[in-house]
Each structure stands twice: as C-alpha cells, then as structure tokens.
C-alpha cells in the first residue's frame, strides 16, 4: 500500500504569517506531487503541481519537493482567513501497476486567525 | 474550465434500493474516478475508467459498480444500497497523468 502522510492538525496561524503545510509519502520512485484546497463542504480543487525537486512559486503559495527525503511541503504566505481549509496532498506513485491514479493523503486542517 | 457535473449534491435513499450517481465531465478526458470521502478517512477510490467500457477496480470497490458508455460519462452504481455507505461522493477527471484531477461538487448520500 503506498502512503501519503499528513499531520490532521489544526494547524493554526494568525493573519498574515507563513504556514507551512508538510507531506510524506513512501513510494520512492513517484514522479508528480499536488496540493488540494478543500473548503468544508465543497470538493477538492487543485492550488498547485510540482514534477522536479526544489521550489515552484505561485502567487503567495510555494511547493516545495525533497525526493531524496520523500517529502512535499506546501508555504503559504501572508496567509488570510480565506485560506481556512483542509489541504490535501496526492502523489502519483509510479509503481503498483497503474499510473492514471492519485493517492490522497487524509488532509491537514488550517485555520488562519483575524 | 473543464467542468465535472454530478446530477445530484443531495440524495437520501432506502436501505436495498439501487442507487445511481451520474458524472459528466466536458472536455474529453480519458480518464475518471470515482471516490468517497469520510470523516478520519480520508478520499478513498472505489473504481476508475482509463477508456470507455474500461473500468478497473480502486481500494474499496465492495457494493459498487461503474459503468461508462461514453466517454464524458461516468457512473456509479450502489446495488443495494447500506447504511455504510452513507458518504461524500466525489467524481473527478483527467487528461492525463501529469495534470491532477478535476473534481465534481459532490453528492452527499444519505442511506437510510
């Protein structure tokens, strides 16, 4: 079974500061990373791709890959109170047999205080 | 904007009765899935379809069948619908392996 590990949190920040959302997943050879916004009671929307190690920058939202150390982490800058959600991870692992399938990590809840 | 319609956001049924959700996505993708999300549990795949009339098994297929006709559309079908299978539905779409999904808004049912 691959895995996709989140810390549930709350995570909790005040406005305006960086939240750092973290992610591991145990299936070495993966190849694509996503992040999920879920806003309660709405489906998932994706926010952000990363293919390659390093940093990719998107408005105030960085992903950030380490493959070495099998991790994905997702920054958000200047956070506001409309970032309050749940922020899934998913990985394409490459093994398994089927690469049309994402695995979902179980989400983080994030909470931006005014 | 691709968009991924679900039929219906709210459905409460019968314990026994067949249930239907219907996906349909606009913009030609290939591949569709269906999930459900429970509290603690996360998103958890029930079948996918990488073709039309392919359909291949996910992590909890138990109780369900899928069916797709057409490419844009894609089906899933409780047989006899229980109350454990009280969930969040979510359909979702893909071009490809390198693009993410595309979720629906959802069908939360309610078996009773």
């Known amino acids: 079974q691959k895995e996709v590990e989140q810390n549930s949190g709350p995570l909790s920040v005040p406005e305006g500061a960086i939240a750092s959302l973290n992610c591991t997943y145990s299936?070495?050879?993966?190849?694509?990373f996503f992040w999920y916004r879920q806003y309660s009671g709405k489906s998932p929307e994706l926010i952000m791709f990363i293919y390659s190690n390093g940093d990719k920058e998107d408005g105030r939202f960085t992903a950030q890959l380490n493959k070495a150390s099998q991790y994905v982490s997702l920054l958000i800058r200047d956070s506001q109170p409309s970032d309050s959600a749940t922020y899934l991870c998913a990985v394409i692992p490459i093994s398994g047999g089927s690469n049309y399938k994402l695995t979902f990590g179980k989400g983080t809840l994030l909470t931006v205080n005014p | 904007d691709v968009k991924v319609t679900q039929s219906s956001r709210y459905l409460v049924k019968r314990t026994g009765e067949k249930v239907f959700l219907e996906c349909v996505q606009d913009?030609?993708?290939?591949?569709m899935f269906w999930y459900r999300q429970d509290p603690g549990l996360g998103l958890r795949l029930i079948y996918f379809?990488?073709?039309?009339?392919?359909?291949e098994k996910g992590d909890i297929p138990e109780g369900y069948s899928v069916s797709r006709e057409k490419k844009e559309r894609f089906s899933l079908i409780l047989e006899s619908a229980s109350t454990n299978q009280t969930s969040m539905y979510l359909c979702?779409?893909?071009?490809?392996?390198?693009?993410?999904?595309?979720f629906g808004s959802g069908t939360r049912l309610t078996v009773v």
């Open positions: 299936d070495r050879g993966s190849q694509s």
């Open positions: 379809s990488y073709d039309v009339k392919m359909k």
């Open positions: 979702a779409s893909s071009s490809g392996v390198d693009y993410g999904y595309t």
């Open positions: 913009m030609d993708h290939e591949n």
